[in-house]
């Protein structure tokens, strides 16, 4: 087993790991040699993610079907294993969901937050590593965007996000523990095995499930919402990367935590994106060359909420990290048709 900087990180706690991104990071979490558990309660994933990890990376997980609002159970995790730092995804994600219950959003995202971090206290657990989000800039004034934008979240989903942001700056100015916010910009693609993906639960709300879903014949066609915007076609702009390249980050980020332990910023952000805008008809063009045929979309109405515009200044990323998102788009449209081809419905195997 390897161990991670001189802060010796060798166990690692993915909370949330079974799902998209989860995944995809506890592969790249045992193919750098680390031990990984994780705790997920299932309710937007399948446990035959995990198992598709295990047979990419040859290295077993140790997991625990546990939903991280349930403080004694957790806590037994604690006190099985000495675990090193933490990477924390588990949360609920739809912007969408989130205005309707906004309660739900703020009880299981904050909540759970919670519970972890007082394991974390309990247990002297060094470091953890946040999933944030390009949505705690809100609307950004400019583009690209970078870590010192204002924050300011337009959704109850985002106001999670700011506030655990929040929540973890004040715990690493009092305590022991080291943080880093990693603000994720559009997470796209798969595992290039086609064995993991992103297997999303009813209608996708996200671009890239519906165009794959589009090619594949399960719908009609994509509806782009809004044609009228100040961009270069009309369509709305985001930084697209490769959820393989995202993983890589964690990994990173862990190793800039290991090495810094006690020295340095105790909380820091970085945005992990590429630094390049696509538009949503030029994604579709994208798809369409990895598929092969034509896609059918249609321009309506702007989606609520919805901004022209964003994508990372990923500088401070690539300097203090020393990451870079190496994946093109087509590589990413060729990783999500082979996911999608492959597994038609998800993980499902009826
Ligand atoms: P996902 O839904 O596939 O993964 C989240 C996982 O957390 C799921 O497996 C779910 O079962 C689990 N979970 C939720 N609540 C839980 C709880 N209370 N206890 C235990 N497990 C729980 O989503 P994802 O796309 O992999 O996103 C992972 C993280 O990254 C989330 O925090 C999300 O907000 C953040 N993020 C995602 C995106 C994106 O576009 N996918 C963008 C920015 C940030
Ligand atoms: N989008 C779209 N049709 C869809 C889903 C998304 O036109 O069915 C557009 C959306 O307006 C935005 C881009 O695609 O310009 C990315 O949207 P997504 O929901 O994937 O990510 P986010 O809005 O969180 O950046």
Redesign the pocket.
Known sequence: MRILGRGRIKTVLV?????????HICVELLDAGLEVIV???????SQEALNRVEKIAGKTVLFYQ????DKARVKTVFETHTIDAVI??????SVGDSGRLPLKYYQ??IY?TLVLLEMLEQFSVKNIVF?????VYGDPATVPVTEQFPLRATNP?GRT?LMIEEILRDVANSSHIQVVLL?????IGAHESGLIG?APNGSPN?LLPYVSQVAMGQRDKVLIFGGDYPTIDGTGVRDYIHVVDLAKGHIRALQKIAENEGKGERCQAYNLGTGHGHSVIEVINAFEEACGHKITYKIVDRRSGDIAECYANPNLANQKLNWRAEKTLPEMMKDTWRWQTKNPKGYKSD
């Open positions: 909370t949330g790991g079974a799902g998209y991104i989860g995944s705790v997920d309660n299932l309710s937007n994933s546990i939903d991280l609002q924390h995804l588990a949360g609920l994600k299981n995202n759970s999933s944030s989000s390009a949505t989903y996000k603000r994720y910009f559009n997470p992103e996200n």
